[in-house]
């Protein structure tokens, strides 16, 4: 069952191709407007391209979020998942793997690219990734949890980013800093550490809280 | 008392600008939320008559029409 | 131990008839906490030596940020004794309390702003704590759109009660993640209400004004949960038999 969630859901985004392809070229292009408006200047753009990039990604997830649950809602299918043998958070969970799988890591593979173009120093660049690779599935997770109470709100966008982007703070503050000290030659073992740890408990309570969401906007009349 | 006048109370030793817009703030955020409740139980009061009168209305005079009214406010 | 007393609170119509009371009192108190403290703190209660008289606005920052961040977890608490309990009381709690501590936070953020223009010489510094009340803030405003943009009420009841709860497991590491933000990007700068021990005719004045807070909360909550409970029962004969005697029916 997990395997065909999994499986499903893999095939639901390649039929909907395009909607997927736009949390990236969302995340390029914002990352992009920045030398467009600050100026093209090497030594005044390294110091905030892990900013930008972090930003970038943080409003890249925000806007595949709306996406997560959504159609399915809309389908019943979730309804037939909740009512399958199988435990509705492990399906959830499924999910937001998957989420994650299709606009989080194309956003860590690409984002070597975009600190080579906002001129990062290459100490920052290990950091950078492994940061993102850490944060991203908390964005996922965190984000599931918005995506699940907001389901039946139309154009819940706008709720959705407000409730949920004061919770990115963290990640944003580890995340952000990570490749900073990292060009000040210090190991940033701290924040990528705290990133882990949020990761780990983000992964065992969020996907909870956003089945109990999901299971509200089911039931509720 | 702290202060020798009531011109020095003001002034607050050069800060008064500071010290009265922190204290008006609080007034007014006091008032708002003050008012906010007395005019909501004001509209539920309404709501809740009307609600009443209504169902007298319904029980005096029994199928005056078959369909229901056009903006009927019964709860789900 | 005997529960009966959680389940009669539990009641709407027990705690709309006990509190038709009650509610003078938390009223008459916060009047009497908030007149005392405030004319103590602003007439009688010494200056500070470094920051002169702009340390009066200690008595309503301070309160306003402690309040703010109990109310908080007032909500975080209802929302699980509602969601677990299924107490529709503790949902109303919730919803009524929620533009309250939204509007305690923002007082909290302005006379912090406020005090930050003669003490800083600027009116907004990334201070850690004026940070993370900023945080605070767009929680408040997270959980009251999302309660006022789901249409059905026991959703909606539920949906911002699981809010409150995420928000809650989040907010003291975002406090820690700022707190550390801060302390990375600029060495520590002396805080608002650092002293290293203030005079007892200092603090007593804001030990007062910190009570006047929570009694005119409480005063509020309760104002404002009375309105919600008469509209949810409002079928009900007990609340026919209320309007009858306000005579507006």
Same mark, same amino acid.
């Given at each position: 069952?997990?395997?065909? +969630?999994?499986?499903?859901?893999?095939?639901?985004?390649?039929?909907?191709?395009?909607?997927? +392809?736009?949390?990236?070229?969302?995340?390029?292009?914002?990352?992009?407007?920045?030398?467009?408006?600050?100026?093209?200047?090497?030594?005044?753009?390294?110091?905030?391209?892990?900013? +930008?990039?972090?930003?970038?990604?943080?409003?890249?997830?925000?806007?595949?979020?709306?996406?997560?649950?959504?159609?399915?809602?809309?389908?019943?299918?979730?309804?037939?998942?909740?009512?399958?043998?199988?435990?509705?958070?492990?399906?959830?969970?499924?999910?937001?793997?998957?989420?994650?799988?299709?606009?989080?890591?194309?956003?860590?593979?690409?984002?070597?690219? &975009?600190?080579?173009?906002?001129?990062?120093?290459?100490?920052?660049?290990?950091?950078?990734?492994?940061?993102?690779?850490?944060?991203?599935?908390?964005?996922?997770?965190?984000?599931?949890?918005?995506?699940?109470?907001?389901?039946?709100?139309?154009?819940?966008?706008?709720?959705?980013?407000?409730?949920?982007?004061?919770?990115?703070?963290?990640?944003?503050?580890?995340?952000?800093?990570?490749?900073?000290?990292?060009?000040?030659?210090?190991?940033?073992?701290?924040?990528?550490?705290?990133?882990?740890?949020?990761?780990?408990?983000?992964?065992?309570?969020?996907?909870?809280?956003?089945?109990?969401?999901?299971?509200?906007?089911?039931?509720?009349? | 008392?702290?202060?020798?006048?009531?011109?020095?109370?003001?002034?607050?030793?050069?800060?008064?600008?500071?010290?009265?817009?922190?204290?008006?703030?609080?007034?007014?955020?006091?008032?708002?939320?003050?008012?906010?409740?007395?005019?909501?139980?004001?509209?539920?009061?309404?709501?809740?008559?009307?609600?009443?009168?209504?169902?007298?209305?319904?029980?005096?005079?029994?199928?005056?029409?078959?369909?229901?009214?056009?903006?009927?406010?019964?709860?789900? | 131990?005997?529960?009966?007393?959680?389940?009669?609170?539990?009641?709407?119509?027990?705690?709309?008839?006990?509190?038709?009371?009650?509610?003078?009192?938390?009223?008459?108190?916060?009047?009497?906490?908030?007149?005392?403290?405030?004319?103590?703190?602003?007439?009688?209660?010494?200056?500070?030596?470094?920051?002169?008289?702009?340390?009066?606005?200690?008595?309503?920052?301070?309160?306003?940020?402690?309040?703010?961040?109990?109310?908080?977890?007032?909500?975080?608490?209802?929302?699980?004794?509602?969601?677990?309990?299924?107490?529709?009381?503790?949902?109303?709690?919730?919803?009524?309390?929620?533009?309250?501590?939204?509007?305690?936070?923002?007082?909290?953020?302005?006379?912090?702003?406020?005090?930050?223009?003669?003490?800083?010489?600027?009116?907004?510094?990334?201070?850690?704590?004026?940070?993370?009340?900023?945080?605070?803030?767009? &929680?408040?405003?997270?959980?009251?759109?999302?309660?006022?943009?789901?249409?059905?009420?026991?959703?909606?009841?539920?949906?911002?009660?699981?809010?409150?709860?995420?928000? +809650?497991?989040?907010?003291?590491?975002?406090?820690?993640?700022?707190?550390?933000?801060?302390?990375?990007?600029?060495?520590?700068?002396?805080?608002?209400?650092?002293?290293?021990?203030?005079?007892?005719?200092?603090?007593?004045?804001?030990?007062?004004?910190? &009570?006047?807070?929570?009694?005119?909360?409480?005063?509020?909550?309760? &104002?404002?949960?009375?309105?919600?409970?008469?509209?949810?029962?409002?079928?009900?004969?007990?609340?026919?038999?209320?309007?009858?005697?306000?005579?507006?029916?």
């Amino acid at each position: 069952m997990i395997g065909r +969630v999994f499986h499903y859901e893999f095939l639901q985004a390649y039929r909907r191709r395009s909607e997927l +392809v736009t949390p990236v070229v969302f995340f390029v292009l914002v990352c992009s407007m920045f030398p467009l408006a600050l100026g093209s200047v090497a030594d005044l753009l390294a110091p905030l391209a892990s900013g +930008v990039i972090w930003v970038a990604a943080l409003l890249a997830t925000l806007l595949s979020l709306d996406q997560m649950f959504r159609q399915d809602f809309d389908d019943g299918i979730l309804e037939q998942m909740e009512l399958s043998e199988v435990p509705f958070y492990q399906l959830v969970a499924i999910k937001i793997l998957a989420h994650w799988c299709l606009t989080g890591l194309p956003l860590v593979v690409l984002s070597p690219l &975009l600190a080579m173009m906002l001129f990062m120093p290459s100490e920052s660049y290990l950091s950078l990734i492994v940061g993102l690779f850490l944060g991203t599935p908390i964005l996922s997770l965190i984000g599931a949890i918005g995506a699940a109470l907001t389901v039946k709100i139309r154009r819940g966008n706008v709720v959705l980013s407000l409730l949920i982007m004061p919770l990115y703070v963290p990640v944003l503050i580890f995340g952000a800093t990570a490749p900073v000290m990292a060009a000040q030659g210090i190991m940033p073992a701290a924040q990528l550490l705290w990133l882990a740890a949020m990761l780990v408990l983000a992964a065992t309570l969020a996907p909870l809280a956003a089945s109990l969401g999901l299971r509200i906007n089911i039931y509720g009349s | 008392m702290y202060f020798d006048s009531f011109a020095e109370f003001i002034a607050m030793g050069g800060h008064g600008l500071y010290v009265w817009m922190a204290y008006a703030a609080f007034l007014i955020i006091l008032c708002w939320n003050l008012m906010a409740p007395k005019l909501r139980r004001r509209q539920v009061l309404e709501t809740v008559a009307r609600h009443w009168r209504r169902q007298e209305l319904n029980s005096t005079k029994p199928n005056l029409e078959a369909e229901p009214l056009p903006f009927s406010d019964q709860d789900s | 131990m005997n529960w009966t007393w959680f389940h009669k609170w539990g009641s709407p119509k027990w705690f709309f008839q006990k509190t038709e009371s009650l509610i003078y009192w938390f009223g008459f108190l916060a009047l009497i906490f908030l007149v005392v403290g405030l004319v103590w703190g602003l007439a009688f209660a010494p200056e500070d030596f470094k920051q002169g008289n702009s340390f009066r606005i200690f008595y309503i920052h301070v309160p306003s940020a402690i309040l703010a961040q109990s109310i908080f977890l007032a909500m975080a608490i209802s929302a699980a004794v509602g969601l677990i309990w299924r107490m529709k009381l503790a949902h109303v709690f919730v919803e009524t309390a929620a533009p309250i501590g939204a509007s305690i936070t923002l007082l909290a953020l302005l006379t912090g702003a406020i005090w930050g223009k003669p003490t800083w010489g600027t009116w907004w510094v990334w201070d850690a704590r004026l940070t993370s009340t900023l945080i605070q803030f767009f &929680l408040y405003l997270g959980i009251i759109s999302l309660h006022q943009s789901i249409e059905n009420r026991d959703t909606a009841s539920k949906a911002t009660a699981i809010a409150c709860l995420v928000g +809650v497991v989040n907010l003291p590491i975002i406090k820690f993640s700022v707190n550390w933000w801060n302390t990375l990007h600029q060495p520590a700068t002396f805080t608002l209400t650092e002293s290293p021990a203030m005079a007892t005719e200092m603090w007593v004045p804001g030990l007062i004004m910190v &009570l006047g807070f929570y009694m005119l909360f409480a005063y509020l909550v309760t &104002l404002r949960m009375r309105s919600e409970i008469l509209e949810r029962e409002k079928g009900s004969a007990w609340v026919k038999a209320y309007l009858e005697k306000l005579n507006v029916l």
